[in-house]
């Protein structure tokens, strides 16, 4: 059996306030607890400042809630917390997101340039983080690995939607992405994980938990699943 994690993600929940009747009603705490009690050891944090991606909805947190996550949380401090940029300039973000308490972040590689993107990994190593990258469906597997190779990037977050919105249908070209970058590490023996954001449900986890990927982040069909957090990470853990 393929071990693999499955990360719950909090953009799902809360950047679609809309469809919960009102934004008094969205519990944070309570909705990190539920995944706690689950057995959820990370928690997947999208930030979006409505720049980046254009538009007005695209609009979640910033590093206060990551500093509320994580002192609300102190007596669980091996609780990951992975704050994925999908922000203007991100470089900006990077000590505030350490002071937060973030364990990892992990960048948009489309965001910057290659250079840029060498030097805020240094950055994001330099303050106590680990450092992921992220790709849109439309970026070729083969453009990161130069950034790979600097041996700063810890994480591939392999996107499996377009950035933005829970709820959307899973993109099959991530599995040739999973794929071939499974290769491309083991060829090299680099210690690298490969994540899967996005269209993670009952039906598709396997399919990429087979082509090679070690966490799966999984939004919509925890938060929307009809019997619960437990039921929900059980029915994807059981595929």
Request: aromatic share 10%; hydrophobic share 40%; proline share 3%.
């Amino acid at each position: 059996r393929v071990y693999y994690d499955v990360t719950c993600s909090f953009s799902s929940k809360f950047n679609n306030w809309f469809e919960y009747d009102a934004i008094a009603r969205s519990d944070m705490k309570g909705e990190v607890q539920k995944c706690i009690d689950a057995g959820v050891s990370h928690l997947h944090v999208d930030v979006f400042d409505g720049v980046y991606l254009d538009s007005p909805y695209a609009l979640t947190f910033g590093p206060q809630m990551v500093s509320a996550i994580r002192k609300r949380f102190v007596e669980h401090p091996e609780l990951v917390l992975d704050i994925h940029l999908c922000v203007d300039r991100p470089a900006r973000y990077a000590a505030a997101m350490a002071e937060s308490g973030a364990s990892r972040v992990i960048f948009m590689f489309e965001a910057l340039r290659l250079d840029e993107a060498v030097e805020f990994a240094q950055t994001i190593t330099s303050l106590g983080m680990s450092c992921g990258v992220s790709i849109n469906p439309d970026t070729s597997i083969s453009d990161i690995y130069p950034l790979l190779e600097t041996g700063l990037v810890d994480l591939v977050d392999i996107l499996a939607v377009e950035p933005g919105f829970g709820g959307q249908e899973f993109n099959p070209v991530s599995e040739h992405k999973i794929k071939d970058l499974q290769g491309w590490r083991r060829e090299r023996g680099i210690d690298l994980q490969i994540l899967v954001d996005g269209g993670i449900n009952s039906k598709t986890i396997k399919r990429v938990v087979q082509a090679g990927a070690d966490i799966c982040v999984a939004g919509t069909a925890i938060f929307r699943h009809k019997d619960g957090f437990s039921a929900a990470l059980k029915e994807l853990h059981d595929q």
